[in-house]
């Protein structure tokens, strides 16, 4: 609808940037208030809206989604791990999409059964996700998401990501970029730590 006005008005496109932005954040903060007023937990809805997703219709079925991960036993300490990759990635120069971990610089068992994992469960949430997006598809998604959980506590266990070997480092770093979208592909979790 955005795309379909600017075309009628024909703004600059740094114009254009920056009212489809205005307006995305101005309709998200209006969803994310009526939908706290309709009784959804503030988190859940943090949740839903966290990774700006462009298809609002499909928030409701993401809260639901997000309501049964909630019940999963696994769901608070990815929550907590989510959060805590975040908060690393914010201290480091990682821009997502920039670095992709490389399989050879793997150092530690517990980092390469990290990386497999990831790898994985990447096709499998793809697969999920691309076949159908709806609260199935979402639900589906997140309970994969949580066979990572075991795997994400052995690494931050076991492996220290801020090696004084710059190029393990960054590879870490960039294995932590890939887990944090694969993550945040239905909602942000992060959202949900208490």
């Given at each position: 609808m955005i795309d379909t006005a600017l075309d009628l008005f024909q703004p600059s496109p740094s114009n254009a940037f920056d009212i489809t932005t205005s307006l995305y954040s101005?309709?998200?903060d209006r969803l994310r208030n009526y939908l706290?007023?309709?009784g959804h937990p503030i988190k859940r809805v943090d949740a839903a809206l966290g990774g700006d997703p462009w298809r609002l219709d499909l928030i409701i079925d993401r809260l639901d989604a997000i309501k049964e991960f909630e019940a999963l036993p696994e769901a608070n300490?990815?929550?907590a791990a989510n959060k805590r990759i975040k908060n690393i990635l914010k201290k480091t120069d990682y821009?997502?999409?920039i670095l992709d971990p490389h399989p050879g610089i793997k150092k530690?068992?517990?980092e390469k059964a990290l990386f497999e994992t990831v790898l994985k469960l990447s096709?499998?949430?793809d697969k999920q996700l691309a076949q159908k997006q709806d609260r199935q598809s979402f639900t589906q998604a997140l309970i994969t998401l949580a066979k990572v959980r075991e795997p994400v506590d052995r690494f931050f266990d076991e492996v220290l990501v801020m090696s004084e070997d710059d190029k393990v480092r960054e590879n870490r770093i960039a294995m932590l970029g890939r887990l944090a979208r694969l993550m945040n592909r239905v909602a942000d979790i992060s959202?949900?730590?208490a």
């Amino acid at each position: 609808m955005i795309d379909t006005a600017l075309d009628l008005f024909q703004p600059s496109p740094s114009n254009a940037f920056d009212i489809t932005t205005s307006l995305y954040s101005y309709w998200t903060d209006r969803l994310r208030n009526y939908l706290v007023d309709l009784g959804h937990p503030i988190k859940r809805v943090d949740a839903a809206l966290g990774g700006d997703p462009w298809r609002l219709d499909l928030i409701i079925d993401r809260l639901d989604a997000i309501k049964e991960f909630e019940a999963l036993p696994e769901a608070n300490s990815l929550s907590a791990a989510n959060k805590r990759i975040k908060n690393i990635l914010k201290k480091t120069d990682y821009r997502d999409g920039i670095l992709d971990p490389h399989p050879g610089i793997k150092k530690e068992p517990a980092e390469k059964a990290l990386f497999e994992t990831v790898l994985k469960l990447s096709l499998d949430i793809d697969k999920q996700l691309a076949q159908k997006q709806d609260r199935q598809s979402f639900t589906q998604a997140l309970i994969t998401l949580a066979k990572v959980r075991e795997p994400v506590d052995r690494f931050f266990d076991e492996v220290l990501v801020m090696s004084e070997d710059d190029k393990v480092r960054e590879n870490r770093i960039a294995m932590l970029g890939r887990l944090a979208r694969l993550m945040n592909r239905v909602a942000d979790i992060s959202m949900l730590s208490a």
